[in-house]
C-alpha cells in the first residue's frame, strides 16, 4: 500500500496483492512501465470497478430498441439518424482536474469528450456540445474555504471560460447544458461535458489486424496529465492543490486540424480502427485496441514536446490532442500525405501483433511484457457492502405567518427566491458560447421575444437542408438525493423526458444517458445511495421504453481533511441526458401537444 500510495496508483490491497502474486509466478519484479500501465487500466476511472460489480445494465437489452446501433461498447453510443447517417452522443466527467486548475481542467474535459465522438466507429464530425456544472455557493466567506481549494467563483469562471473557448475555438456550438450551485461542492466541483457527432452509417464499425501499424495522430508528448486517470480514482485532500502536473494543457487548434485531417482519411477508408489518448495515454489507447491479438510499441519514436521524459512518463502521458489508428501498411503514404496537408503529425509507433501481449521497447530495450489476458481481465472482482437506511428529517415546523391576513405579502420570500443562484438567470454564461457555428440550430438555448428566456432543449440540423431535426435536453435534481437517491433519479429522468416533449420530441426515439457523480463507494452508506439510484434508473427508463446507450461515472468525489480527518462528500448527484431523433422539426408545436398527451398517458401507468 505504500507503494500505492507513494506512486499515485490509487490501487487497493487486494489489487496490489494480485499484481505481486502475478509477477511472482514470473520469478520478476513489474518495471516501473508496467506496474502503471497496469495501475491505469484497473483504475476506477478507465475499469469503472464499481459498475462491474453486480448492480446494474439491464435496461437496454430489455427495451431492446432496433435504432440502436452501438450501446455500452464504443467510446460513444451510437443510434441512427437517417437513410445515410447515425448519431452518437457521449457525457464526460472530468471534476477532479477541475478542482485544481479549472480552466485547463474544464477545456481539457470538452476537447476529450469531442475525441469520443472522434474515436467512435471510424469517426464522427462533432457537432454539438453540452456543458453541466456544479459549484459551490459563490458568495462563501473565503474564512470557510476548505484547505487547499479555490474559491466557488474563480472556479466558476475558470471553468466556464475553458469549455467556451475550447468549443468556440473548434467552430462547435455549446448549446445545452446547466449550473448548479451547493455548499458541499465547495471542494469537489463537478464538470459535465458533452458531445453530439454525426457519422456514416457504414463507418460505425472497427477492427485491428495483424501486421496493421500503430500510428499517432496529433498534438506532441510531455509531462502533463501523468496519472490524472488514477489521481481522478481518487479523494481529494488539502495537498491535492500541489498536483498541478496532472492536468492536461489542451490546444483547441490542434485539435480542429486532426478532426479535419481524420475525417478526410476516413472517408478513403486509410485506417481499420481509432481511439484516442485520454485517460492513460498510450499505455491504454494501444492496450484496448489490441487487446485481442497483442500490440509492440517503441517510445522513443514518440514526438516529444521537450527532452527528459522517462519511459513510463512518455508512455502513461495525458498530453492532449493525440489519437491512436491502426492503418494497414500500404495506406501509410496516403495517410501522411493528407496529415502533411492539414500540418498534423503523424508517427508510426508500432505494430499490432499476433502474441496476444503488449510489449513495449524502448531504444532497444524491453520496458514493458504485459500478457493482455492479465492487462484487462486480471483485475479481481470487488466485493462491497451496500447499505441504505431512509434519512431522517425533522417535520417542517407550520407557519402562521399570514395566516388569517387578508392579503398577505410574499414579496420577501420571492425576492429570498430570485436571489438564489440557483434560479437566478444564467444568460452572462450562456451568451460566451458560438450557438450559431455550423449554421443548424434551430432551437437555442435562450428564446423568446427578446431572446432572453431559457429553452428547454436545444434542436438542432446534422444535415443543413434536412428537415429532420436533434433533440438534446438534460435532467439533474441531486438536492432531491437527500430525501431518497432513487426518487432524485427518477425526478431526473423524468425531467429529461419532459424537456425532450415540451420542444416536439416523441418518446419513441429517445436514448438516455447516465452519468453517476458520487463519493466514496467503498463506503457502505454511499453504496447503497448509488444502489438505489441506478434501480431507478432501470425502473424509469423500462416504464418509458427509453434505452440507455452510454454513460459514465466519477467515484470517490469527496474531500479529505489531512489534519482534522474531516470528510466533505458531494451530494449524490446523477446527470441524465436525452437525445431524441423528430422526423421533421418544422412541427414541433403541433406535435408536442400530442407527444406530451402521449408522455403523461405513459407516466400515469408507471405511478399506477
Known sequence: ????????????????????????????????????????????????????????????????????????????????????????????????????????????????????????????????????????????????????????????????????????????????????????????????????????????????????????????????????????????????????????????????????????????????????????????????????????????????????????????????????????????????????????????????TDTHRLQVFYEGRVVADLEMEFLHNGLPMPVKEAVWEPPKHPDMASRDEGIGVENPSYTNDLERLLASPNIASKESVIRQYDHGVQGGMVINPLVGAENDGPSDACVTTPVLGSRKGVIVANGINPRYSDVDPYLSAAAAIDEALRNIIAVGGTLEKTALLDNFCWGNPDKPDRLGELVRAARACYDIATAYGTPFISGKDSLYNEYRDTTTGEQRAIPSTLLISAICVMSRHSKRRHNGRENSRQFHLCRRQHLR
Not at 19 to 42: C, K, M, S, Y
Not at 67 to 90: H, Q, R, T
Open 1 to 352: 500500500m505504500r507503494i500505492s500510495r507513494e506512486g499515485t496508483l490509487s490501487l487497493n490491497l487486494n489489487e496490489m496483492q494480485a499484481i505481486q502474486t502475478h509477477f511472482g509466478t514470473l520469478g520478476r519484479n513489474p518495471t516501473d512501465v508496467e506496474i502503471e500501465t497496469i495501475a491505469q487500466t484497473w483504475s476506477e476511472h478507465c475499469v469503472h470497478k464499481t459498475f462491474k460489480s453486480t448492480i446494474l445494465q439491464r435496461a437496454t437489452e430489455e427495451i431492446a430498441k432496433p435504432w440502436c446501433v452501438s450501446v455500452f461498447s464504443d467510446n460513444a453510443g451510437i443510434i441512427e439518424f437517417d437513410e445515410k447517417f447515425n448519431l452518437v452522443f457521449k457525457v464526460e466527467t472530468h471534476n477532479h482536474p477541475s478542482a485544481i486548475e479549472p480552466y485547463g481542467g474544464a477545456g481539457t474535459g470538452i476537447g476529450g469528450v469531442i475525441r469520443d465522438s472522434l474515436g467512435t466507429g471510424l469517426g464522427a464530425k462533432p457537432i454539438l456540445n453540452t456543458d453541466v456544472f456544479c459549484f459551490g455557493m459563490p458568495d462563501t466567506p473565503y474564512a470557510q474555504l476548505p484547505k487547499g481549494t479555490l474559491h466557488p467563483k474563480r472556479v466558476l469562471k475558470g471553468v466556464v471560460a475553458g469549455v467556451r473557448d475550447y468549443g468556440n475555438r473548434m467552430g462547435i456550438p455549446t448549446a445545452n447544458g446547466a449550473i448548479l450551485f451547493d455548499s458541499r461542492y465547495t471542494a469537489n466541483p463537478l464538470v459535465f461535458c458533452g458531445n453530439v457527432g454525426l457519422i456514416p452509417r457504414n463507418r460505425c464499425e472497427k477492427s485491428v489486424e495483424p501486421g496493421d501499424l500503430v500510428v499517432a495522430i496529433g498534438g506532441q508528448t510531455g509531462r502533463d496529465g501523468i496519472h490524472g486517470a488514477t489521481f481522478s480514482s481518487a479523494e481529494l485532500d488539502d495537498t491535492s492543490e500541489s498536483l498541478g502536473s496532472v492536468v492536461q494543457i489542451g490546444n483547441p487548434i490542434m485539435e480542429k486540424k486532426i478532426v479535419d485531417a481524420l475525417l478526410q482519411a476516413r472517408d478513403r477508408n486509410l485506417y481499420r480502427s481509432i481511439t484516442d489518448c485520454g485517460a492513460g495515454g498510450f499505455s491504454s489507447a494501444v492496450g484496448e485496441m489490441g487487446e485481442d491479438i497483442g500490440a509492440e510499441v517503441h517510445l522513443e519514436r514518440v514526438s516529444l514536446k521537450y527532452e527528459g521524459l522517462a519511459p513510463w512518463e512518455i508512455w502513461l502521458s495525458e498530453a492532449q490532442e493525440r489519437m491512436v489508428i491502426a492503418v494497414p501498411p500500404k495506406n501509410l503514404d496516403e495517410l501522411m500525405e493528407i496529415c502533411e496537408a492539414e500540418v498534423v503529425e503523424a508517427t508510426v509507433l508500432g505494430t499490432f
